[in-house]
């Protein structure tokens, strides 16, 4: 199972690379005949009919005239393309400059267009059910930022995040989390018990579910480590697998691969507790704290 060495494809961007594959097949060009037309890589154009990269707007101009599409269709697939540059030019991620790795930066430019975040957390609590003193907690505890300004730019990210929580449209958060990573003290007694509460909190809303894999389940598929997989609101939209580790994140978007990890989450929601029964050992585990 590879991961990508490129940028995930955006939404959009899938979107605007499937309909050029189609025309092109249609046509039967094979990627090389577009390549030669574009005087580029193989390589390129299946970037592009995959998302992966900006479309130029010469390089559509000439695919689209290659591939005989009509003026409405290539209005259509312009204004696709001036939509999907843009946004990948103006999210709020990139104001913060060098401060995010670029595997952290797709990453959170995947989840804003996402409809459904499933996750499953072995050690600690989903980001986006974090609040800020834990964030903290954890940016000081990785070693990785060295000054504070970069810690609380972090910490002002991971918040910022979470926005999509509250949204007229909300994000549907689908949170399974391990037993040992609610009863670890990040940040100590006092910042453990505030994060318990907004977990439970979060845990009442509609479009929030929350369980909890108890010690008790013993070994399941899902120790290997966690995961996140995002859906996507666009018909046809493929869900994203995306792996954390220390230096950054991958991406799986391959549907077999992809098909991997919704069997694991599969496996691992079934042998969660119930939303109900999670919620209260949360708040047993809160109740211990000394």
């Not at 580029?40 to 130029?56: D, W």
């Not at 549907?255 to 969660?272: G, H, K, N, Q």
Request: hydrophobic share 40%.
């Amino acid at each position: 199972m590879a991961a990508s060495s490129y940028p995930p494809s955006t939404v959009l961007g899938r979107q605007l690379g499937g309909e050029l594959r189609t025309l092109r097949e249609q046509k039967g060009f094979s990627t090389a005949d577009v390549a030669a037309a574009l005087e580029c890589t193989k390589g390129k154009v299946s970037r592009i009919e995959n998302g992966r990269v900006p479309l130029r707007n010469p390089d559509l101009v000439a695919m689209l005239r290659m591939y005989g599409a009509d003026e409405s269709t290539s209005e259509r697939l312009g204004s696709l393309a001036r939509t999907a540059n843009r946004r990948r030019r103006t999210g709020w991620w990139n104001e913060y400059g060098t401060l995010l790795a670029d595997t952290y930066r797709d990453f959170i430019a995947m989840e804003a267009e996402a409809s459904l975040v499933r996750t499953f957390q072995s050690q600690t609590v989903p980001a986006l059910l974090q609040t800020a003193e834990y964030a903290q907690a954890l940016a000081v505890a990785s070693r990785w930022w060295k000054h504070p300004e970069e810690i609380e730019q972090f910490v002002a990210v991971r918040i910022k995040r979470q926005l999509r929580l509250t949204s007229e449209e909300p994000l549907q958060v689908w949170a399974v989390i391990a037993e040992g990573a609610l009863r670890q003290h990040v940040g100590g007694p006092h910042v453990m018990r505030a994060q318990l509460e907004h977990i439970t909190h979060w845990a009442q809303q509609e479009h929030v579910t929350v369980q909890v894999v108890p010690f008790r389940t013993g070994a399941h598929a899902s120790m290997g480590g966690p995961y996140v997989l995002l859906s996507f609101p666009d018909d046809g939209s493929l869900d994203v697998a995306l792996l954390d580790n220390p230096s950054g994140s991958i991406w799986l978007e391959k549907a077999e691969d992809v098909a991997v990890y919704r069997t694991l989450w599969d496996d691992v929601r079934t042998s969660a507790l119930s939303p109900a029964d999670s919620v209260q050992l949360i708040n047993s585990i809160k109740e211990h704290l000394q």
